[in-house]
């Protein structure tokens, strides 16, 4: 079993990646195999809602310039998923974003009820908003969100400073104990004939009706 985890910063070695890696130490003592993939620091664009994703349904994004697809793929070969994200502005990076529109409106169907869970890291304020705001693309996708012993969050500014929060430590710990313990359950449910429900058709209701729309 494998957790991909996405470090969603520019920064490639900062505070957030150092509280992935320690739920990917948590994880790997538990027998699970794990991988951080680095969004970059370069461009990623935002959707456009042009749908061409959702014709061709082939869980691809029509931009290929960026990370997006490649982590599309990796998210469907992986079991779990876990998303950090640092804080700017009371919420997670822009560009991390824009990237997560994208990896669930193209690729959605591939991560389906697979265990997942956000991360936000913060200087002092907005990581809980930033993790809520990370778990609520697992919530629209039929995907266990996984928690701890606390939220998701955890504390630094400079590089490394995440480290010394004792207890968002704990937390990144307890997450990933928490994830294999899911991965292990499910693989044993799967293995009792327990399987995933079906995906009954989406029923989309509109407020506001067509047919009161004035041209």
Not at 72 to 90: C, F, R, T
Not at 135 to 148: A, C, E, G, L, T
Request: aromatic letters at 6%; proline letters at 4%.
């Amino acid at each position: 079993m494998k957790v991909l985890l996405i470090n969603g910063s520019p920064r490639m070695n900062g505070n957030t990646n150092r509280a992935l890696e320690e739920c990917a130490a948590a994880l790997q003592a538990e027998g699970i195999d794990t991988e951080i993939a680095w969004i970059t620091n370069k461009e990623i664009r935002g959707c456009i809602a042009c749908g061409i994703c959702m014709r061709t349904g082939n869980n691809q994004c029509i931009f290929t310039e960026d990370c997006c697809n490649e982590l599309i793929q990796k998210a469907g070969e992986a079991d779990g998923l876990i998303i950090g994200s640092p804080v700017y502005y009371a919420g997670a990076a822009g560009s991390l974003v824009s990237l997560l529109d994208r990896m669930f409106y193209a690729g959605g169907s591939v991560m389906r009820f697979k265990p997942a869970a956000g991360i936000g890291v913060a200087r002092r304020a907005g990581a809980i908003e930033a993790a809520d705001q990370i778990n609520k693309y697992f919530q629209i996708n039929n995907m266990p969100v996984m928690s701890s012993s606390y939220w998701g969050i955890a504390f630094g500014r400079q590089p490394g400073e995440t480290a010394a929060d004792g207890e968002g430590m704990h937390t990144m710990r307890m997450l990933g104990r928490n994830m294999a313990w899911m991965l292990k359950s499910l693989e044993a449910a799967k293995a009792a004939g327990v399987n995933p429900p079906e995906v009954e058709p989406k029923v989309m209701t509109n407020y506001v009706r067509e047919d009161v729309i004035q041209s």
